[in-house]
């Protein structure tokens, strides 16, 4: 039983910030896992955004890096994505995912390490 949420995408116009949310259900206490946020725009592929691991390491598309910010709050079984001076190129449907790791794995950055996603939330920012 293993259960991903996604919530808090929407509208947005660029320059503007969104907080997306992701609720997080499995069978073993949620700070077992490594989690992270994807994200696919049409026609492309599903692109790596941030990860987080089981003691809070981060890493991050480079190409976001300073505007985006990955946190966890395990007490919730929440992981969030702060999105601040959201540009049109951020439009896609975002993916939270998660993986059972060891206490020492780092945050993971590949789409094919993750074995529960969510159904995705959608962020269109307007210019």
């Known amino acids: 039983q293993v259960h991903l949420v996604e919530s808090g995408g929407g509208l947005a116009q660029t320059g503007e910030s969104l907080r997306l949310s992701c609720v997080v259900s499995?069978?073993?206490?949620?700070?077992?896992?490594?989690l992270a946020w994807f994200r696919q725009a049409p026609g492309k592929e599903r692109e790596f955004v941030a990860a987080?691991?089981?003691?809070?390491?981060?890493t991050y598309s480079e190409s976001l890096k300073g505007r985006f910010t990955i946190s966890r709050l395990n007490d919730l079984n929440t992981l969030y994505l702060q999105m601040t001076s959201l540009k049109a190129e951020d439009t896609a449907v975002y993916y939270c995912?998660?993986?059972?790791?060891?206490?020492?794995?780092?945050?993971?950055?590949?789409?094919?390490?993750?074995?529960?996603w969510g159904q995705g939330t959608q962020v269109t920012v307007s210019s």
């Open positions: 995912a998660s993986a059972y790791a060891s206490y020492s794995d780092p945050p993971m950055k590949y789409a094919r390490a993750y074995g529960d």
């Open positions: 987080i691991s089981r003691t809070g390491e981060t």
């Open positions: 499995h069978g073993r206490p949620s700070s077992y896992y490594n």
